[in-house]
């Protein structure tokens, strides 16, 4: 038996990469009518809101839900190098904690938050699946693929530290990670909430899951991070995602 699965994110102007974020969602190898799709439109001025409702229109009968939230503040522009990231991480964890009270409300087995310029493998999901982890995420180099920065991260001496990933196996338990992360029912609703951390509101709630007794890992090489906005990389890139069988 299937499980029933909310994928699901915040969201701001991502015109630039929502659609293929969005067909990434729909090669998803799984049955569609046990996915439930939530998204949170947030301070946005392009037009996102305009491919999602697009999106939602053509496909909402192949799937159990389709659902488009909005929720803005006025916040500054993105910027995670400045005394912004005060105010960006703070809006991010009310977010977040939006999506997981929607997943409560719906009662799914699982939610599966990808950050929307995150493209993830058709098989992500089941293979995440099948590691039978209450936390697991897609490991995402945020190098430019340097393969140098990824979004996990350990705990040494009560600090937050990477690791080369070089000899870790494909998966691998971290403390720290996020942007693409399947999340159990047991979790949701342990309690586990998103909170303001100058890392980051994923450590907010890493450090929460920790502290209730839950083991985090992560899966190599199923994801992957356009990064276009915060480099010069081509717009007209292909992106190709070999799945490891």
């Not at 393969?147 to 403390?175: A, E, G």
Request: some cysteine; proline content about 2%.
């Amino acid at each position: 038996m299937e499980n029933y699965i909310l994928i699901s994110c915040p969201i701001r102007n991502r015109e630039y990469s929502v659609n293929t974020f969005l067909q990434h969602i729909k090669d998803l190898i799984y049955p569609k009518n046990k996915l439930s799709l939530f998204f949170i439109i947030n301070d946005s001025v392009d037009n996102t809101e305009k491919y999602l409702q697009e999106f939602k229109n053509e496909y909402k009968h192949l799937y159990k839900s389709i659902e488009i939230d909005k929720l803005n503040f006025n916040a500054p522009k993105d910027s995670r190098t400045s005394i912004r990231r005060k105010f960006i991480f703070k809006n991010l964890s009310i977010l977040r904690n939006k999506i997981l009270d929607k997943a409560i409300e719906l009662n799914v087995d699982y939610l599966f938050m990808i950050d929307s310029d995150v493209y993830v493998s058709d098989l992500s999901l089941k293979k995440l699946l099948s590691q039978k982890k209450d936390i697991i995420s897609a490991t995402i180099d945020n190098s430019y693929g340097r393969n140098k920065y990824f979004n996990v991260m350990w705990l040494v001496n009560d600090r937050f530290i990477r690791l080369d990933l070089k000899d870790k196996p494909d998966v691998f338990k971290c403390d720290l990670t996020g942007a693409c992360i399947l999340i159990s029912k047991k979790v949701l609703k342990s309690g586990c909430r998103y909170g303001f951390h100058p890392v980051g509101e994923d450590a907010a709630f890493c450090l929460d899951a920790l502290s209730k007794g839950f083991e985090l890992y992560s899966y190599k090489g199923i994801a992957f991070h356009d990064m276009r906005p915060m480099s010069f990389l081509n717009k007209r890139r292909i992106i190709h995602l070999e799945d490891k069988q």
